[in-house]
């Protein structure tokens, strides 16, 4: 059957989805929330996704770029998957875009946006139901410039997503960049850089810092006595929250999304996560339920034939979904056109921390690069 899978019939009668993610490491939980998410979406569809029955098979990248192009290759050559969803990390999704897409099957990214797949190499069989990474990062930019900050100090991990953030706060921020310092990914000891902003006395800091990169970050912080706000992204979000409890509250990060966003289908999906899982949801897992009800929505849009990739195509970029997020729809680069927040660390009633808005900063807004990308919607 196995041999067959990729031709006739038998593909049609089942649609198997690959999902690649971070589940070992101080970054498991990212991975973790991402398959919660992309599970929860599949189970709401009654386990089928435009009428056919869905296999989700799950593996683990470690964050090695080259153990997720052996495992990304099983999930095509073995596994013969019609879609791919992952990864978490843009080091990862570097390395897997390639063999993914030339294969012609469509990569669908629920939260690594990197701005390589944005402008001029974005690639057809490339979608994301995040964001391009700068996006994010802009956001405490622009905030730190309309609140008359002078000096910041910003510090992220030495990696491509971290380029990105730095470029992205960069993009609105006019003052003085104290220091841009550039840390080893999984980096978990801050003290040295943390005195550095002790006698640098920046007005703020900017910081990414995903995973437990971003629970150590915080702790030491708190444990070093600083004052300073602390603007971030995925730094105190819901996946380190439970980890950084008390430490966290207060600190400000931008986002697309926020547990308490005022939709219907979001409130539901929060409420479902937190029963399921007796913990909130990050936007890993919003992302990849979206992305569960994106590939519906395309399944369902060429009647189940994924034969015709073009057809395919054209059914994903319509985004025929309702997306947790309200307002959302593809670039020409397959990146979303969206609404983006900045939220800060509360406590819900039921004592958990979440991320809550705190007012919006940009409406409808489509990622820089998309300019310099020559597909067409």
């Keep these: 059957m196995g041999a067959l899978a990729s031709t006739g019939a038998i593909a049609q009668d089942k649609v198997k989805v690959g999902l690649i993610v971070t589940l070992s490491g101080p970054s498991a939980v990212l991975g973790q929330q991402a398959r919660n998410g992309l599970e929860m979406a599949f189970k709401d569809l009654g386990g089928k996704v435009g009428g056919k029955e869905v296999e989700l098979i799950v593996v683990d990248d470690e964050l090695k770029p ?5 495992k990304v ?7 013969k998957v019609d879609f791919v969803v992952g990864p978490i990390f843009s080091n990862v ?29 974005c690639n057809p069989f490339f979608f994301a139901t995040s964001y391009q990474n700068d996006q994010v990062h802009q956001i405490s930019g622009k905030v730190a410039q309309d609140r008359g900050y002078k000096k910041v100090y910003l510090l992220a991990p030495n990696y491509q997503a971290g380029k990105d953030a730095m470029a992205g706060f960069k993009r609105d921020f006019k003052g003085e960049v104290l220091e841009e310092s550039y840390v080893p990914l999984n980096t978990l000891d801050f003290q040295s850089e943390l005195a550095k902003i002790a006698s640098m006395k920046p007005d703020a800091i900017y910081t990414f810092m995903p995973g437990g990169m971003g629970v150590n970050l915080v702790k030491q912080y708190r444990q070093a ?4 706000p602390v603007f971030s992204a995925f730094t105190v979000d819901e996946a380190t929250l439970p980890a950084q409890g008390e430490a966290a509250l207060g600190m400000f990060a931008g986002s697309n999304w926020a547990p308490n966003l005022d939709t219907p289908q979001n409130k539901k999906f929060v409420d479902a996560y937190v029963a399921a899982h007796n913990a909130v949801p990050a936007t890993y897992a919003f992302q990849a ?24 195509r054209a059914a994903l970029r319509k985004a025929d979904f ?9 670039s020409a680069n397959g990146f979303p056109v969206q609404d983006f ?11 958990k ?25």
């Design 93 to 121: 999704l570097g390395a897997i875009a390639k063999p993914v897409t030339d294969s012609q099957t469509f990569l669908i990214s629920p939260n690594a946006g990197s701005s390589a797949l944005a402008g001029k190499s």
């Design 225 to 228: 006595g600083l004052t300073i």
């Design 322 to 330: 309702t997306s947790l997020r309200g307002s959302f729809k593809f």
């Design 353 to 377: 921390y979440e991320t809550q808005i705190v007012e919006k900063v940009f409406s409808n807004y489509a990622d820089p690069y998309v300019k310099d990308c020559a597909l067409t919607n």
């Design 289 to 312: 339920y979206d992305a569960g009800l994106l590939i519906d929505s395309a399944v369902r849009g060429v009647k189940g034939d994924l034969s015709n990739k073009d057809a395919v």
């Design 73 to 79: 290759k099983g999930l095509l050559e073995r596994d």
């Design 66 to 70: 080259d153990v997720a192009v052996t």
């Design 341 to 351: 927040y900045l939220t800060k660390v509360g406590k819900r009633a039921d004592g």
